[in-house]
């Protein structure tokens, strides 16, 4: 019920997933061991529950209603089908972190899905992902904004995500507000949910799509201005919607922290990963003081004639940080670190290749890269 007292609908069944993915996000960040241990057995019976009740035909695909809905529709959803595989790979990594046995079943149970669901999801005529299942198992190609989530989970193959993704930004993104709640012949000037830029951000960001991410953080900042509550996220630009909401602004902040600048924690192992990006029209960022478990962390990049610049700086911490930095490049470019040329590693990540350097890093010292 929202607070102008509109009922917006009985539920989503995503929702269930969703809370167990948002589970592991949350101990990934705080590395809280007491609340991963409370949580899990929990996430476990909400999974095991929606999949008894929710999936009548047993096909490994739940049914109800969705974020996303118009007449025609079948009862599977992807925003369901995509969540119910975080939540399976989530349940996956809270076991390994707990040492329950459970892992091996989850990611199997992950794997199979992944499989299953590449093969009945898309469509090679359209190419592109269909947004729900009838009872036949026949498709619907609905062209809503949800066709972003295999890419949001990992659920899409690499080859599957670059075309929908090409498909994405040329069709379903506008350059006044972003990206549409639903594909049409003209979208020229369509309104839009600021958290469909949001969302898009983290995976354009994700795909090494700088300029593409970029573009739709700047846009969704321009929610702030919107005639509502000055300097609040209203759910939709322009105006229209009765609602602010937290799904606006959050992923928001994490498109900035784990999209642009690319963190990816592990707290209760004291490492973190990094991808930062690098949007043409952007020359410089400082992120400060982000909190990681026991740990805090600044970035601070900035390109200039000589190339790019980026400094981690490990500002707070119980230990030694172990870090891995990463950043797209072809394999003939080099990588300084802290004034001295260094062996990186050449890796393919998700279509994009990149160069890996790994290496740790004290309480209150630095690391410089250069590139």
């Known amino acids: ?160 995500a670059k075309i929908a993704l090409a498909r994405i930004e040329n069709e379903w993104v506008n350059d006044q507000w972003g990206f549409v709640a639903q594909r049409k012949a003209n979208i020229a000037k369509a309104g839009v949910g600021v958290v469909h830029n949001n969302v898009l951000a983290q ?24 005639a509502r509550m000055l300097g609040a996220f209203d759910e939709t630009m322009p105006g229209g919607g009765g609602l602010m909401q937290l799904w606006s602004f959050g992923p928001y902040l994490e498109a900035i922290v784990s999209g642009l600048v690319g963190i990816q924690p592990n ?16 020359d410089h960022y400082d992120l400060r003081d982000v909190t990681v478990g026991e740990h805090k962390i600044s970035a601070h990049w900035k390109r200039d004639d000589g190339g790019n610049r980026f400094v981690l700086t490990h500002t707070e911490g119980s230990a030694d940080l172990q870090v891995t930095f990463r950043v797209a490049m072809d394999e003939n470019t080099p990588v300084g670190l802290n004034g001295k040329s260094v062996d990186a590693e050449v890796q393919a990540l998700r279509g994009v290749m990149t160069k890996v350097v790994k290496t740790s890093l004290r309480s209150g010292t630095s690391l410089a890269f250069r590139f």
Not at 98 to 119: D, I, M, T, V, W
Not at 267 to 282: G, I, R, V
């Open 267 to 282: 707290a209760s192992k004291h490492t973190l990963e990094l991808y930062p990006q690098f949007p043409t029209d952007l």
């Open 203 to 226: 995976i354009a960001f994700r795909y090494g799509k700088a300029d593409l991410g970029w573009k739709l953080i700047k846009l969704s900042s321009k929610a702030l201005l919107e």
């Open 1 to 160: 019920m929202a607070s102008n007292g509109r009922l917006l609908g009985w539920n989503h069944i995503q929702e269930t997933p969703q809370l167990v993915h948002a589970c592991w996000k949350h101990f990934q960040w705080t590395g809280d061991m007491s609340f991963l241990k409370r949580a899990y057995p929990v996430c476990k019976e909400s999974v095991a529950h929606v999949v008894a009740t929710a999936d009548r035909d047993k096909d490994g695909y739940l049914e109800g209603p969705g974020l996303m809905e118009q007449s025609g529709m079948g009862p599977e959803r992807i925003a369901s089908a995509c969540y119910l595989y975080a939540a399976y790979e989530s349940l996956a990594e809270m076991a390994r972190a707990l040492g329950e046995s459970g892992a091996p079943e989850y990611r199997q149970r992950a794997a199979e899905f992944r499989k299953n669901f590449n093969h009945d999801w898309w469509n090679e005529e359209a190419q592109m992902w269909a947004c729900s299942l009838r009872d036949d198992e026949t498709q619907t190609m609905d062209d809503f904004w949800a066709v972003c989530f295999p890419q949001e989970v990992g659920l899409a193959t690499d080859n599957k």
